[in-house]
């Protein structure tokens, strides 16, 4: 399976790519085609609107734009794909960051005639701020500027410079010309493009690899329920509910339970289907150990060997998603994992100009959509590893104590290259 989200400018044509894959994919119900076609034609259009496949909220669909985050399932012979369709206004950028968070891959669209424009560069730095290892630029609406080469070679060349910058290898950003209204290199290879040698956007979606092993990394499993049915069945039952976050678990495995420290094995990996042998990352399990622990909603289970740190002081990379400000010295709720603790800014290291891809330093202030560098000292230690060692483990959110609304995503850690560079 490959989690992949789009990204881009308004008006690129991010929903109708969507739709485009979707109806060529052969994954539209007739039903649905049926509406779209009558939608269509209300409109006055000569041919259908692929974009509402995708656009459901009722704004969305008068205004011909994305607001929310629409979510889409397809599969091919060779792949099952999950699909997350984010907005392209900027005051919808708080959206791309909840798509894009567990996305494996990201399409970033742009119009051929525009080129790269300030929300694709803010949008790019954001995708290589959530760590999303794999790029694909299409150049959108190349059929109006009459498959011009030049224009994509251009465009692809100064995507390029900037997604170097941002810490992309080249071979993790691939280029293609595609006219999702027509279907030029959306699902088949055009003919309108014979100086294009790539492969077509879904044959690339089919074939690029994956997500790493899972056994490759160490295990976490925040807890989320204690289990203790005290039945004349189960009467003694005591069991850990979580999905595994991280690596996997096995019956015999050392693990420590954080905050406390302590140290036990698991002797059983329990599911609602019964007992299974192992359990990966994405698996929600039931865990009993070896012995008695005192352990409650928001405790981390580890792998021993390879605990994460434990501290009540976190240097992160923050993408501010409200309206109000953050100040130093705000006092704020941090997410993490089932735990939420209070926590205080106690420092903005420096904000993020992801046009220029420079760093200022000491700012007085993160304003909405912008990215920065913080300190944040919590009133509980937590259970941490950086970002780029653990998606999971190594993000937060952070909340309004005053009415639970969430203010920003944060990142443990310095994933954004520009940030790491200036902080040697």
Not at 137 to 148: E, Q
Request: glycine share 8%; hydrophobic share 40%.
């Amino acid at each position: 399976m490959l989690r992949l989200a789009t990204a881009g400018s308004v008006d690129d044509g991010k929903s109708t790519l969507v739709g485009r894959l979707l109806h060529d994919t052969k994954s539209v119900l007739a039903d649905q085609l049926d509406a779209v076609h009558r939608a269509s034609a209300d409109r006055g259009l000569a041919t259908p609107d692929l974009s509402l496949l995708v656009d459901g909220l009722r704004a969305e669909r008068e205004q011909g734009i994305t607001i929310d985050v629409a979510y889409r399932y397809f599969a091919t012979p060779k792949r099952t794909f999950v699909l997350a369709d984010t907005p392209g206004h900027v005051q919808y950028t708080r959206n791309t960051v909840t798509g894009a968070s567990t996305a494996q891959l990201a399409v970033l669209l742009v119009d051929a005639r525009n080129g790269v424009v300030e929300q694709t560069r803010r949008h790019a730095a954001v995708l290589a701020l959530l760590g999303v290892p794999q790029l694909v630029l299409a150049v959108n609406k190349i059929d109006m500027v009459d498959f011009d080469e030049a224009t994509f070679t251009r465009i692809a060349e100064e995507f390029a410079t900037h997604a170097r910058a941002l810490g992309y290898a080249d071979d993790a950003v691939v280029t293609i010309p595609v006219s999702a209204l027509l279907g030029d290199n959306v699902v088949e290879r055009s003919e309108n493009t014979p100086w294009y040698s790539g492969p077509p956007l879904l044959e690339h979606l089919e074939s690029v690899p994956v997500a790493p092993d899972p056994h490759d990394v160490p295990f976490r499993m925040p807890v989320q329920y204690v289990i203790r049915p005290r039945t004349a069945e189960h009467p003694d039952y005591r069991g850990y509910a979580g999905q595994v976050g991280a690596g996997v678990v096995r019956a015999g495995d050392d693990v420590v339970v954080l905050p406390a420290g302590v140290r036990t094995k698991v002797s059983k990996v329990d599911t609602a289907d019964g007992e299974r042998a192992e359990a990966a990352a994405g698996h929600s399990v039931t865990l009993l150990l070896e012995d008695d622990v005192d352990i409650s909603r928001g405790d981390l289970i580890a792998a021993a060997d390879t605990a994460p740190r434990l501290t009540d002081e976190l240097d992160a990379t923050v993408c501010w998603l409200a309206e109000k400000t953050l100040n130093p010295g705000a006092k704020v709720l941090v997410k993490h994992g089932a735990r939420t603790v209070q926590a205080m800014v106690t420092e903005l290291s420096a904000r993020f100009d992801e046009q220029q891809l420079t760093n200022v330093a000491g700012p007085d202030s993160l304003q909405l959509n912008e990215i920065g560098r913080v300190q944040l000292r919590t009133a509980e230690p937590l259970p941490v590893d950086d970002y780029a060692d653990s998606r999971r483990n190594g993000s937060f959110l952070v909340i309004d104590p005053a009415d639970g609304t969430t203010l920003a995503a944060g990142l443990i850690g310095v994933p954004l290259a520009p940030f790491a560079e200036a902080s040697r």
